[in-house]
Every structure is written in structure tokens, then in C-alpha cells.
């Protein structure tokens, strides 16, 4: 037993240290291995914090991008209140000029009652009371009409100015900007110098910058869309449109009921009536808004039957009125076509500009509109819109490259060995790049009674949906863009190997 105890003891110890050898290999593959994983691990965390960097830089421009859109669309919604404000200016100053002078008297109208009516005071003696009651408004009117006129008009001229800025200065800012979000991603990140003047960006730069224009409505003829916006029937208030009413109001004002004179025959009654119309139009050129208001009286005498004599008329204009609204009558039609289908200053009752006009109001059209409450801002000033008709709602994209060094990536010495043990950095030249893109789309959810399209999928869909229920194309009148990340182009991509991979390394990667 003793002897067999002795062997065991003597078989053990000749096994011992025999595990320690494999061991030993098996640590120095796994320490080899998790070596080259560890930098092949820190390669894989750089390039996707890399494009990370790049699409948070490509997000920050195409923001400022819908920002750019926005502004215009709130700009512009400001600059149309202004117009319509403008136009009901003009309005009020043609109304209570039109309004004093009735009160006041035509001459011709004047002789022709004195010498018709048995009692003329029942037609003067109101007229003059209502020319006394509407004295304080009429000061009052024309002290500040012009003020406002004038200071609406440079509000608008500023944001007019304001949005031209703001548009072309947006431009020039999206490569600093994406550069600093870049660099506050990444301290050693930035944008490629020379990407965004680079030949591989010049198409991509020029259809955004043609993607909208800036447009100068004044002094050209044809259809705009601002103008459209200004003078659709939904944006002006009746006031300004048409004004046509009845004169013949208590106490008696502007009315007559009377008794024949001896001198008409044979004797019965006289009967005064006035109606009166009005409108404000903007002018077919867009250089300002015109108004004129004129009032008819209408006689009916025993002695010489129904009469249409002058009651009174005004006019007012903002905007360069040299050489506009100043022919006779007839010999111009188009003075009295305004844009957008009005015409005859809101008197239809004729189909055809310049015909069938009441005398008062061709009479106010031969004076001309007065002086002009704004004579500088008059006009539909420079705004940015769409080019063309957009047939998609996305905005040009906006691609952006960033790099970093490849010094800068791996903080440990690469093992040697063959080359498959190298840890390839994909670095083109020493510097690692990554390319994003992202652009400003338009939304405006349309009624979706599913739930499954676009107003499905955004937030509080239904407080924003338009009130016809309909789909909104994109505009700089509404201020619904956002921004979303796109898919990088495979000619971008091929542009971007092209232009950094050594020449050699460009040849023979080729399949």
C-alpha cells in the first residue's frame, strides 16, 4: 500500500505545470486580440461620434434654413396687415372727403333744388348741421390719417428690409454655424474647409439659393402672389371693397320731401334721394392703393322728371402718383381696372372699366386722387417667395462634411504583425470625414379622419389644421416648416471618395 501511495504522489508531480503552457499561449492570443479589439472598438466609437458630429451640423443649417422661410412668412403676413391697413387709410380719407363735400354742397345740385323746391332750407339746413357734426371727426381724420399712412408704410418698408437681410445673411451663416456645432460636438471636429464653395457643392448651393427669390412687386404688371394675398375678397374688409349705401338717413340728412316752386309746373312734389359708392383698389402696377367715393343725387320734379345730379365726391391715394390716375376719363381704361378683378372704384354696375361711371365719380377721376398720404412706401414692397410652383414639400437639401485628423482618434500604438492584424482608421490623407444631410420640409396637416397619414404622426394635428380641411402646399405665407435629416446621396458620397482618396488608393478600389 505504501508503495502504491508512492507512485500517485510521484505521477503527480510530474503532471504538475504541464496546463501552465497553454495557459500561458491562450493569454497572450487573448491579450493580442483584445488589443487590437480595444482599438478597433475606439475606430468604430470615433467614426460614429463623427457622424453624429456631421448630423448635428447638417441639422443645424437646414434650421436655419426653416428658419429663413418662417421668418419670411411671418414678415409677410405682417407687411399684407400693413397693406390692408394702408388701404383702409386711403378708405376713411376718400369717405370723409367725399362725406364733407356732399354735406357741403355741389353747386350745380345747390341752383338747381333752389330753383325747383318751394322750400329749399329742408334740403341745406340738415346738410350743414350734418357738415357740423362730423367737423371734429373730419379734423381728427385728416391730422392723423397721413401720420399713420406714413408710419404703417416705413413699418412695412422695415420689414421688408428686415426679411431681404435676414434671408441673404441666414446664407452666409450656415458654414460658421455648422462649423461651431461641429467643434462643440467634437473640440477637434469641423466642417472641410472650402466644402461649401467647393465645385462638389456648387450644384447643391445653387438650388437652394434658387429655391426662393426676392421679388419687387411695384412698377411690374402681371399676377403676383403677394398681391393675390392682398386683394383676395377673404383679406379685405367690405369697407374697402365696395362701399355703396343710401344716403338718406335721420334726422332727415341728405333727403328732401318737398313741394314744387311756383316756378316749376306744373306744381307737385320734389323728392330728393342720394346714393352713394365707393371702393378702394390697388393699382394694376401695385405702386400704391387709390380710393374714390362719389355720392348721386336723385331729383324727381314735376316740371322736369327724374334727375342724377352731383352730391359730392372725394378721393385719397398712398404711393408715386406722377403720371397715374390723372387722364380724363375714358381716355385710360386700365386707371380704372385695379389689381385682382376690381375696378370702378366698387361700383359694378357695369361689367367694363370706365363705363357707365356716375358723373360724380368720373368727376373725381379728372381731378386726380389728391395728394398721397405716403408717397414713399405707398407701394407693395420687396418680399421672398417661392420660385415657381413647389412640386414636393421638401426643401434643397443641405449636405455638410466634417473630419478629423487621425492623430487625434487612437490614444494607444497599434500592434505590429502582418497586415491583417493592422486596425484599418478608413482615414483618407491622414483624416477621417463623414457626410450628413438634412433640409427644411413644409407640413400643414390636411383633415385626416384615419389618423394613419401625415396629421396622424404629428403632434396635436388637429389644432393646426387649415379650416377647409385641406391640403397646404408650401409657401412663404404660412410658417410651417420643420426640419428632418435626409439620406446622403450616392453621387455626394462618390464625389466625397473622388476628392479625398489618394489616387492611387482610388484606382484600385475599383471592383
Known amino acids: 500500500m505504501q508503495r502504491s501511495a508512492r507512485v500517485v504522489r510521484m505521477r503527480r508531480a510530474r503532471a504538475c505545470g504541464q496546463a501552465l503552457v497553454p495557459a500561458l499561449l491562450f493569454l497572450l492570443i487573448g491579450g493580442i486580440g483584445l488589443y487590437v479589439a480595444f482599438g478597433s472598438f475606439q475606430m468604430s466609437g470615433a467614426k460614429l461620434k463623427l457622424q453624429n458630429t456631421a448630423d448635428a451640423a447638417a441639422y443645424s443649417a437646414a434650421v436655419l434654413q426653416a428658419r429663413d422661410y418662417n421668418f419670411s412668412a411671418y414678415t409677410n403676413r405682417a407687411m399684407v396687415a400693413n397693406q390692408v391697413t394702408a388701404a383702409q387709410v386711403v378708405a376713411l380719407k376718400s369717405w370723409i372727403d367725399e362725406l364733407d363735400a356732399t354735406y357741403a354742397g355741389y353747386p350745380d345740385t345747390e341752383d338747381l333744388i333752389r330753383t325747383v323746391a318751394a322750400h329749399p332750407p329742408l334740403w341745406s339746413t340738415p346738410n350743414r348741421r350734418g357738415r357740423i357734426d362730423i367737423e371734429p371727426v373730419r379734423s381728427t381724420l385728416d391730422a392723423l390719417l397721413p401720420t399713420v399712412a406714413q408710419d404703417i408704410g416705413s413699418i412695412t418698408r422695415a420689414l421688408s428690409t428686415a426679411q431681404v437681410h435676414y434671408h441673404m445673411a441666414l446664407i452666409t451663416a450656415v458654414p460658421d454655424t455648422a462649423d461651431a456645432v461641429a467643434r462643440q460636438n467634437q473640440p477637434d471636429t469641423h466642417v472641410t474647409a472650402g466644402y461649401f464653395t467647393s465645385v462638389r457643392n456648387a450644384a447643391q448651393l445653387v438650388a437652394w439659393q434658387s429655391y426662393t427669390t426676392i421679388v419687387t412687386p411695384a412698377g411690374t404688371l402681371g399676377r403676383d402672389r403677394f398681391a393675390d394675398v392682398v386683394t383676395d375678397g377673404q383679406t379685405l374688409d367690405g369697407f374697402v371693397k365696395q362701399r355703396a349705401s343710401s344716403r338718406t338717413v335721420a334726422p332727415n340728412y341728405q333727403q328732401l320731401d318737398d313741394q314744387a316752386s311756383p316756378t316749376c309746373r306744373p306744381a307737385g312734389r320734389i323728392t330728393?334721394?342720394?346714393?352713394?359708392?365707393?371702393?378702394?383698389?390697388?393699382?394694376?402696377?401695385?405702386?400704391?392703393?387709390?380710393?374714390?367715393?362719389?355720392?348721386?343725387?336723385?331729383?324727381?320734379?314735376?316740371?322736369?322728371?327724374?334727375?342724377?345730379?352731383?352730391?359730392?365726391?372725394?378721393?385719397?391715394?398712398?404711393?408715386?402718383?406722377?403720371?397715374?390716375?390723372?387722364?380724363?376719363?375714358?381716355?385710360?381704361?386700365?386707371?380704372?381696372?385695379?389689381?385682382?378683378?376690381?375696378?370702378?372704384?366698387?361700383?359694378?354696375?357695369?361689367?367694363?372699366?370706365?363705363?357707365?361711371?356716375?358723373?360724380?365719380?368720373?368727376?373725381?377721376?379728372?381731378?386726380?386722387?389728391?395728394?398721397?398720404?405716403?408717397?414713399?412706401?405707398?407701394?407693395?414692397?420687396?418680399?421672398?417667395?417661392?420660385?415657381?410652383?413647389?412640386?414636393?414639400?421638401?426643401?434643397?437639401?443641405?449636405?455638410?462634411?466634417?473630419?478629423?485628423?487621425?492623430?487625434?482618434?487612437?490614444?494607444?500604438?497599434?500592434?505590429?504583425?502582418?497586415?491583417?492584424?493592422?486596425?484599418?482608421?478608413?482615414?483618407?490623407?491622414?483624416?477621417?470625414?463623414?457626410?450628413?444631410?438634412?433640409?427644411?420640409?413644409?407640413?400643414?396637416?390636411?383633415?385626416?379622419?384615419?389618423?394613419?397619414?401625415?396629421?396622424?404622426?404629428?403632434?396635436?394635428?388637429?389644432?393646426?389644421?387649415?379650416?377647409?380641411?385641406?391640403?397646404?402646399?408650401?409657401?412663404?405665407?404660412?410658417?410651417?416648416?420643420?426640419?428632418?435629416?435626409?439620406?446622403?446621396?450616392?453621387?455626394?458620397?462618390?464625389?466625397?471618395?473622388?476628392?479625398?482618396?489618394?489616387?492611387?488608393?482610388?484606382?484600385?478600389?475599383?471592383?
Open 272 to 511: 330728393i334721394t342720394v346714393s352713394h359708392v365707393g371702393g378702394t383698389q390697388l393699382r394694376s402696377d401695385k405702386k400704391g392703393w387709390q380710393s374714390i367715393d362719389a355720392s348721386t343725387a336723385h331729383i324727381m320734379t314735376p316740371c322736369t322728371g327724374p334727375i342724377d345730379a352731383i352730391a359730392g365726391h372725394g378721393g385719397s391715394t398712398n404711393g408715386n402718383t406722377r403720371g397715374y390716375m390723372t387722364n380724363p376719363p375714358f381716355v385710360s381704361w386700365s386707371d380704372w381696372k385695379g389689381y385682382g378683378g376690381y375696378y370702378n372704384f366698387g361700383d359694378h354696375t357695369s361689367p367694363t372699366p370706365g363705363l357707365l361711371i356716375p358723373d360724380a365719380m368720373a368727376t373725381q377721376f379728372t381731378l386726380g386722387p389728391g395728394p398721397s398720404l405716403d408717397a414713399n412706401n405707398g407701394g407693395l414692397l420687396p418680399y421672398q417667395d417661392m420660385t415657381g410652383t413647389p412640386g414636393a414639400d421638401d426643401a434643397p437639401r443641405i449636405t455638410i462634411e466634417v473630419e478629423r485628423d487621425i492623430g487625434t482618434l487612437t490614444r494607444t500604438r497599434q500592434p505590429g504583425g502582418a497586415a491583417r492584424m493592422q486596425v484599418d482608421s478608413s482615414g483618407a490623407r491622414g483624416v477621417m470625414r463623414s457626410l450628413a444631410s438634412a433640409h427644411a420640409y413644409f407640413v400643414r396637416p390636411a383633415d385626416d379622419p384615419f389618423g394613419v397619414g401625415a396629421s396622424g404622426a404629428l403632434l396635436h394635428a388637429n389644432e393646426w389644421l387649415r379650416e377647409d380641411g385641406k391640403l397646404e402646399y408650401p409657401s412663404t405665407f404660412s410658417p410651417y416648416w420643420q426640419v428632418r435629416l435626409a439620406p446622403v446621396s450616392e453621387s455626394e458620397r462618390a464625389a466625397a471618395r473622388q476628392a479625398h482618396m489618394p489616387v492611387s488608393s482610388t484606382a484600385t478600389s475599383r471592383p
